[in-house]
């Protein structure tokens, strides 16, 4: 399998998580909808875990295969993507905000907010897409010098 392959295989893995997130975000309509529907907010938070956890283990594979300074944490990925020119500084805050968001819903599940679920579902999925296009235009540039 060459090196960009199993990326690739990543960002189709995300795109997939991000269209059920915006199929989601767009049937449901108020906030008492997605609060009150228990099976609907766990099939959410799951999916947005995975979805960062897609963005990170993208990360730590570019890290890995360029030679990039190791990342201790699911923070640190994305500070050394941005380091290394990879994420704009905005989007490397915004992932790390995801990151933490992640070590929430899996660490500390009792305290999950679900207005902030909510708010990550209806105003930050555009981040995971420019994540993937970040990415791209990384691997593009890289395959061409």
Request: aromatic share 8%; with cysteine.
């Amino acid at each position: 399998m060459k090196e960009n392959d199993i990326i690739n295989e990543r960002l189709r893995m995300l795109m997939d998580e991000i269209a059920y997130l915006k199929n989601e975000r767009d049937r449901i309509n108020r906030f008492d909808e997605y609060r009150d529907n228990i099976r609907l907010k766990r099939a959410i938070e799951r999916s947005l875990q995975v979805a960062i956890e897609i963005c990170h283990d993208i990360g730590q594979r570019l890290i890995s295969e360029r030679g990039f300074r190791l990342a201790e944490t699911y923070r640190e990925s994305f500070q050394v993507l941005e380091e290394e020119g990879v994420l704009s500084p905005d989007l490397s805050r915004k992932m790390q905000k995801m990151a933490g968001f992640r070590n929430l819903v899996v660490h500390d599940y009792a305290r999950i907010d679900d207005a902030l679920v909510y708010g990550i579902l209806k105003r930050h999925l555009h981040d995971f897409e420019r994540f993937a296009d970040a990415v791209e235009r990384y691997l593009r540039a890289a395959e061409s010098s």
